[in-house]
């Protein structure tokens, strides 16, 4: 069992694994091992001073790889999952293996759907996030932003024309929504 201070039991034995595998075993001399004395189990030596560790507290129902059969003991606590985010996040953990695409490919998109929400509740305060201060635009014009580019062979000179697009096209496209909005309702109000 997992997290126990306990030896886990080996599925098969030495000799067992070296009829199975050609080459098994290769490195199971000590004298072609330099780290075997640090490799043995000693009992008394584990560290550990619990069978099973104290486990953390779950405030919340947290997300779970279907690989284990329980939560871990100690987990994060520093992004609870919310909104539609956190449904993606769950979705993912609860459906597919960690060792399947679509499972870091829901995560992915989680995270980019929670970007979206953060704006969106910054939009709704009366402080919302502002692009040109806090994506360090300014920094370009005053610490040698292009000159530290060009000549330089940089990998991110390849996509920096797309920045400004990826940066400030979903401001741009927010404000154009927001603006057909007000004007479809202006319209509307003078019929």
């Known amino acids: 069992?997992?997290?126990?201070?306990?030896?886990?039991?080996?599925?098969?034995?030495?000799?067992?694994?070296?009829?199975?595998?050609?080459?098994?075993?290769?490195?199971?001399?000590?004298?072609?091992?330099?780290?075997?004395?640090?490799?043995?189990?000693?009992?008394?030596?584990?560290?550990?001073?619990?069978?099973?560790?104290?486990?953390?507290?779950?405030?919340?129902?947290?997300?779970?790889?279907?690989?284990?059969?329980?939560?871990?003991?100690?987990?994060?606590?520093?992004?609870?999952p919310r909104g539609f985010s956190g449904m993606l996040r769950k979705l993912s953990y609860r459906k597919y293996s960690e060792g399947r695409a679509a499972h870091w490919l829901l995560l992915l998109a989680a995270d980019r759907v929670d970007a979206w929400e953060s704006h969106a509740r910054s939009l709704l305060t009366l402080r919302p996030d502002n692009p040109v201060t806090q994506t360090g635009v300014l920094s370009e014009f005053s610490r040698h932003g292009v000159s530290s580019r060009l000549g330089k062979k940089r990998a991110d000179v390849k996509h920096q024309m797309l920045d400004p697009v990826i940066v400030a096209g979903p401001w741009v496209l927010a404000g154009g929504l927001v603006f057909a909005a007000i004007r479809r309702m202006l319209r509307r109000g003078g019929r």
Request: proline letters at 15%; one cysteine or more; a negative charge.
């Open 1 to 80: 069992m997992t997290y126990t201070s306990e030896r886990p039991p080996l599925p098969e034995t030495s000799d067992q694994l070296r009829a199975r595998i050609p080459g098994w075993g290769a490195d199971l001399d000590p004298k072609d091992r330099p780290s075997v004395p640090k490799l043995q189990w000693q009992e008394d030596r584990t560290g550990a001073h619990w069978e099973f560790p104290e486990r953390q507290p779950e405030k919340w129902p947290r997300e779970r790889s279907i690989e284990h059969e329980f939560l871990t003991p100690v987990f994060g606590t520093s992004c609870p």
